[in-house]
């Protein structure tokens, strides 16, 4: 997936000139925490956090409070790679940028929302999380045989495991009795470290 598809658009923009606490106010206003600052031509020249206006005097102007050293992506970079470049400079948004110019932003809410979509967070179902085996097609074996008892495979993430041999895998799964499921994995080699229904 890629930042075009889930950035927000129009980024909530200003200028340098307005005070702290009128940016304050379009922060509150749109319910955001996080203005991009562009100059008169529209073009990126900071950014400014909630934090960093409550840190300042109402009365300062956002150029002398803004990030000057905007860290940024395109539009066309995937989502992992945003996450990648926002957990390696330890920010929370990203304005995104097309040609130099400034048409998005995506911030860690953005990469929560998708978090939750990705692992099946708002839909009904059994969510089971197990420790598998690192071996090729077991994942192609698994998903196979909740095919075929009728099962629909909401959601499924694999995560680093205890060691190289084996990974984390989580997958949400609806249409397939529980106590099922559960015998199919463990008939692979599967070992099951949670359960839960939601």
């Known amino acids: ?3 075009v598809e ?3 658009r129009p980024p909530l923009t200003t200028t340098g000139e307005v005070t702290v606490e009128e940016a304050l106010s379009v922060l509150a206003e749109h319910k955001q925490r996080h203005l991009s600052v562009v100059d008169a031509e529209k073009t990126l020249i900071g950014i400014v956090s909630e934090k960093d206006l409550l840190r300042a005097s109402s009365d300062d102007l956002v150029e002398g409070v803004m990030t000057r050293d905007v860290v940024t992506v395109t539009e066309y970079a995937t989502l992992e ?15 995104v940028l097309r040609d130099g110019k400034l048409v998005g ?8 929302h998708i978090f939750l979509e990705l692992m099946g ?3 009904e179902g059994v969510r089971l999380t197990m420790l598998v085996p690192e071996e090729k097609g077991i994942l192609a074996s698994l998903t196979s045989e909740i095919a075929q008892m009728g099962g629909n495979i909401l959601a499924l993430g694999t995560f680093r495991g205890e060691d190289p041999t084996n990974r984390m895998v989580t997958v949400k799964v609806s249409g397939a009795p529980t106590d099922k499921l559960i015998a199919i994995m463990e008939a692979l080699g599967m070992e099951i470290v949670d359960e839960r229904e939601g």
């Open 1 to 3: 997936m890629l930042v």
């Open 121 to 123: 967070g708002k839909e």
């Open 6 to 8: 889930r950035m927000t």
């Open 81 to 95: 790679e945003a996450a990648c470049i926002m957990a390696e400079h330890t920010i929370s948004s990203l304005p």
């Open 105 to 112: 932003i995506v911030t860690e809410t953005d990469l929560f």
